[in-house]
């Protein structure tokens, strides 16, 4: 199987290279390849007739896209047109990677993998709109949904409260912002296992269980040495920030389950972080 990522320097992309199982992987990444060419991204996946293409570049800068939603949908939405057409043209499966952002949080349970998107925010506008090109460009793809991603060497949730913690010596964290967190390396597990199936559709991959943030930052802080560092609980209307996410959105893994691809709980997930 020869397998394309795209965004293979990113958090998922640089685990994915190393878990997925395949006689060729080809990353592409900016600066040489750069998802928004509608012409020279095209021509590349299609010449390296992949088998799947596992499509995780994106602008993840959720405030930044709010900043700048022209560059938000042309590289989230275009983007994955563009890889989309490529794989109708070459006969490639796509994974297409996409968020719990696109609910918007207002069940009072957690989102199925058929619950329909309702974005809030231009990243989740911008991100939900790809997964309509994917479905309706391609017969063979994977929507894998997730969330609240981090992973060794990326800049992510975790590694902001450690930093917040060790430079102000107490923090400030949201309770009302719910979800489950995804240690890369599961995700891209799960996503290995999936492409094994042929089994297209849509599917939500987090770690199991649901929490808040504030939660998530207990949690890390006492696993990294830090249990001591005072946290203040405090509420989305107290933390300014340009996106609105949603509030209450676990995404539920009914569907990879039925296949038997399960993810562990975010709590070993975390500890076998910082286990390393
Ligand atoms: N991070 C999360 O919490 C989270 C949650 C839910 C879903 N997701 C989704 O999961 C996927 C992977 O996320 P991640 O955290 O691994 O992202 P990431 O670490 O930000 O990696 C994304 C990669 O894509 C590259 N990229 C950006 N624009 C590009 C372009 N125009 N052409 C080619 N490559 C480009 C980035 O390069 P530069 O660094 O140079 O920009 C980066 O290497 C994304 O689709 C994201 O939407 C992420």
Same mark, same amino acid.
């Given at each position: 199987m020869r397998i394309a990522i795209t965004g293979h320097k990113g958090q998922l992309g640089t685990v994915l290279q190393q878990v997925l199982v395949a006689e060729e992987i080809v990353g592409l990444d900016l600066p040489e390849h750069d998802i928004t060419d509608?012409?020279?991204?095209?021509?590349?996946?299609?010449?390296?007739?992949?088998?799947?293409?596992?499509h995780t570049a994106a602008m993840t800068n959720v405030d930044g896209c709010e900043q700048?939603?022209?560059?938000?949908? #042309?590289?989230?939405?275009?983007?994955?047109?563009?890889?989309?057409?490529? %794989? @109708? $043209?070459?006969?490639? /499966?796509?994974?297409h990677v996409s968020t719990n952002d696109v609910f918007d949080g207002r069940l009072d349970r957690p989102y199925y993998e058929w619950d329909t998107p309702s974005p809030r925010s231009t990243y989740a506008r911008s991100k939900?709109?790809?997964?309509?090109?994917?479905?309706?460009l391609l017969n063979r793809f994977y929507i894998v949904r997730t969330a609240w991603l981090y992973g060794r060497g990326g800049d992510n949730f975790v590694t902001k409260i450690?930093?917040?913690?060790d430079?102000?010596?107490?923090?400030?964290?949201?309770?009302?912002?719910?979800?489950?967190p995804t240690y890369a390396p599961d995700l891209a597990e799960a996503i290995?296992?999936?492409?094994?199936? #042929?089994?297209?559709?849509?599917?939500?991959?987090?770690?199991?269980?649901? %929490? @808040? $943030?504030?939660?998530? /930052?207990?949690?890390?802080?006492?696993?990294?040495?830090?249990?001591?560092?005072?946290?203040?609980?405090?509420?989305?209307a107290e933390w300014t920030r340009s996106a609105a996410p949603p509030l209450y959105a676990p995404i539920l893994n009914f569907a990879g389950a039925e296949l038997g691809i399960t993810l562990r709980p975010w709590q070993d997930a975390l500890q076998a972080y910082f286990d390393g």
């Open positions: 509608p012409v020279s991204i095209v021509e590349t996946v299609t010449a390296l007739e992949p088998d799947v293409v596992v700048n939603p022209d560059l938000a949908f #042309r590289v989230n939405t275009l983007g994955s047109q563009n890889i989309a057409l490529a %794989c @109708s $043209r070459c006969g490639a /499966a796509m994974v939900a709109a790809a997964e309509f090109y994917v479905r309706t450690m930093a917040a913690a430079k102000h010596g107490a923090i400030r964290v949201v309770t009302d912002e719910v979800s489950a290995g296992q999936l492409i094994k199936t #042929r089994h297209y559709g849509i599917y939500h991959f987090t770690n199991g269980g649901i %929490c @808040s $943030r504030f939660d998530w /930052a207990k949690k890390i802080l006492e696993l990294s040495g830090r249990a001591d560092v005072p946290v203040e609980a405090i509420t989305t």
